[in-house]
């Protein structure tokens, strides 16, 4: 069976620090789509940022960038210059070939001023 | 403007009635998708579909229904069989070609049964 598992329930970070959140699946396929979402408090669901695993480098979105290590299957999310706005739930989510989809429990990240 | 619907934002019901809640997408996505979601927790998945006049039960199809009449329009009905109905409800939609499959979603509808 697919999982994709967020280790880290809660994580904080200072403003302007960097933070890493982890994600790790598993999967028999080999084509398949990783996502991060975000949730705010609105609870809007915000596409954060996406990796096909067939491409080898490493997405990045201005200060969001994925560490995907395809035969480790992992997909951590880096966020540089952290800003009280990235406080949110983070949520890691799976799409397959068949498109069967996994999420992730969320990690909630927290932002010091 | 592209996006999904949902409505109402908030709903309440007595127990033991049923309740359908809203959802539509002016996207053109094949698919479209509903959740569950409770306090501090993660997506669930109820319903899904990939095509009009179908779908899939999620993980956690119990208690709810759903149908596809139209591309557009996907509701869901909480039925007086669901145990534990109050929750946030999250709709999404999907392309299903063109190699983005990223899923938009609306903003929610809270139900509340009393």
């Known amino acids: 069976a697919q999982t994709v598992t967020q280790s880290q329930p809660e994580m904080s970070v200072q403003e302007a620090e960097t933070v890493t959140l982890s994600c790790t699946y598993d999967t028999s396929e080999s084509d398949y789509y990783l996502f991060w979402y975000k949730q705010p408090p609105s609870r809007q669901m915000i596409l954060v940022i996406r990796q096909e695993a067939y491409k080898q480098q490493n997405a990045t979105e201005n200060r969001f960038s994925v560490n995907f290590q395809k035969a480790a299957k992992s997909f951590s999310l880096k966020i540089s210059d952290s800003q009280l706005g990235d406080a949110a739930m983070y949520f890691c989510?799976?799409?397959?070939?068949?498109?069967?989809?996994?999420w992730g429990a969320g990690t909630k990240l927290i932002i010091k001023p | 403007d592209g996006g999904i619907t949902q409505s109402p934002k908030y709903l309440f019901r007595k127990e033991g009635q049923n309740v359908t809640l809203s959802c539509e997408q002016n996207l053109n996505h094949d698919a479209m998708y509903w959740y569950r979601q409770d306090p501090g927790q993660g997506l669930r998945l109820i319903y899904y579909?990939?095509?009009?006049?179908?779908?899939q039960k999620g993980d956690i199809a119990e208690g709810y229904s759903v149908s596809r009449e139209k591309k557009e329009s996907f509701p869901l009905t909480v039925t007086s069989a669901q145990k534990n109905p109050t929750a946030f409800y999250l709709c999404?939609?999907?392309?299903?070609?063109?190699?983005?499959?990223?899923?938009?979603f609306g903003p929610g509808t809270r139900l509340t049964v009393t």
């Open positions: 989510y799976l799409l397959d070939s068949n498109y069967q989809l996994i």
């Open positions: 579909s990939q095509i009009v006049n179908d779908f």
């Open positions: 999404a939609s999907s392309p299903l070609r063109g190699g983005s499959y990223e899923q938009y």
